[in-house]
C-alpha cells in the first residue's frame, strides 16, 4: 500500500465515479482502476460497488475512507511541522490530574505551555487515581498524575516524589496541644473518614494497616478530599491524608495534625503514560515540563513535605 493508493481512492470515494475522478486527477481511468483493484487485493476486502452510474462505498470502504483521510492530513502536515519553529507547534494533549495535585500544579503547567507553544492546546481531566489509572490504559489520556499506583501491565510508570502521610483531626478544644505523632496500634481507637475502594489512599492505608496488625475504624467513606476536611472540621471523625493537602488548614488552626510513626507512612507520587502508546513530540515536551513545575513547587514549598526521589529530576 503507498500513499498514491490512498489518494486515488479518497478521490474517487469523493467524486462518486471513476470517470470524474479520472478527470479531477488527469490519471487515464484504466490505470485508476488497477490502482483501486490493486489496494482491495492487498486489504483484502471490497472498497467499492461498481454500478452503472458510477460507484458506492461498501461498509469496510466507509471505514477505510475515515483511516484514509486520517492517515493523509497528517502526511500533508508533516512539512509544516518540521519546519516551523518550536513556538508554533500546534499540537493537542490530554492531562490526567488528581483533585489535590491537579490545583497544585495544573495552572502553573498550563500557563507554561501557552508561553512556550501559544498553538498547542491541552485537556485537563480530574478524577481519582483509579480512574485516572482506567482512562489511560483506554488511552483517554496522553499523561497522569498517580498516587501510589499498582503495577499495570498497560502504564509505564516514573516515580516522582515521596510525601508523609498524617492523621488530621478537628481542632483541640479549649486550646489544649495535641500530640504530634500517633502509633498504628492508636489508630484503633478513632473513627476515620476515609475514601472507598479501589481509592489509591484507601488502598495504602489499607495494606500498612495490615502489615502492621492495624484495626481500622471506618465510620465513614467519602471520596472527596474536600468533603472529607469539612466533615473533619464538624467533629464527625479523623481522616489520613498527605501532608500537603492539609497543611493549610492546620496553619491555620482548623485542622489538628499528627504524624503516624513506627513506621511512617509514606505517600508516593507517580507520573504515568500510556506503555504503548506512540511517542509524539508534545508529550514529551509536557513531560518534561511536568517535572520542572513538580521540582518548582517542591523547592519553593508550595508542594510542603515533599520530597523527589533521588535519580528523577534529572
Known amino acids: 500500500m503507498d500513499i498514491r493508493e490512498l489518494r486515488y481512492f479518497v478521490q474517487v470515494a469523493r467524486a462518486g465515479s471513476l470517470s470524474r475522478a479520472s478527470a479531477m486527477l488527469n490519471v487515464a481511468q484504466s490505470a485508476l482502476s488497477r490502482q483501486l483493484m490493486k489496494l482491495e487485493d492487498e486489504l483484502g476486502v471490497a472498497l467499492l460497488v461498481r454500478h452503472g452510474r458510477g460507484v458506492r462505498l461498501t461498509r469496510a470502504g466507509t471505514t477505510f475512507l475515515d483511516h484514509a483521510h486520517a492517515v493523509l492530513l497528517q502526511i500533508d502536515q508533516m512539512p ?60 483517554r489520556l496522553d499523561i497522569a498524575v498517580l498516587y501510589n499506583p499498582p503495577p499495570l501491565d498497560g502504564i509505564e510508570l516514573a516515580p516522582i516524589l515521596h510525601e508523609r502521610m498524617v492523621v488530621a483531626g478537628p481542632p483541640a478544644e479549649g486550646g489544649q496541644p495535641v500530640a504530634k505523632t500517633i502509633r498504628w496500634r492508636e489508630l484503633a481507637g478513632l473513627s476515620l473518614i476515609l475514601p472507598s475502594l479501589p481509592h489509591s489512599n484507601r488502598r495504602l492505608i489499607e495494606q500498612a494497616a495490615i502489615q502492621n496488625g492495624a484495626r481500622l475504624n471506618v465510620a465513614f467513606e467519602v471520596d472527596s478530599v474536600s468533603m472529607t476536611k469539612a466533615m473533619v472540621k464538624r467533629g464527625l471523625g479523623a481522616t489520613i491524608l498527605a501532608y500537603a493537602a492539609v497543611a493549610a488548614e492546620a496553619k491555620r488552626g482548623e485542622l489538628s495534625v499528627r504524624s503516624i510513626e513506627r513506621p511512617p507512612l509514606i505517600s508516593t507520587v507517580s507520573i504515568g503514560m500510556p506503555r504503548e502508546r506512540q511517542p509524539t513530540w508534545l508529550a514529551d515536551q509536557l513531560l518534561a515540563l511536568m517535572r520542572e513545575v513538580i521540582s518548582r513547587c517542591v523547592a519553593d514549598g508550595s508542594w510542603p513535605d515533599a520530597k523527589i526521589i533521588d535519580g528523577y529530576m534529572r
Open 80 to 139: 509544516g511541522a518540521v519546519r516551523s519553529l518550536d513556538s508554533s507547534f500546534a499540537g493537542h494533549i490530554v492531562l490526567g490530574v488528581p483533585p489535590v495535585a491537579g490545583l497544585r500544579i495544573a495552572p502553573s503547567v498550563v500557563v507554561e505551555l501557552r508561553k512556550r507553544w501559544p498553538q498547542a492546546s491541552v485537556q485537563i481531566r480530574e478524577g481519582i487515581s483509579s480512574s485516572l489509572e482506567e482512562w489511560l490504559l483506554d488511552r
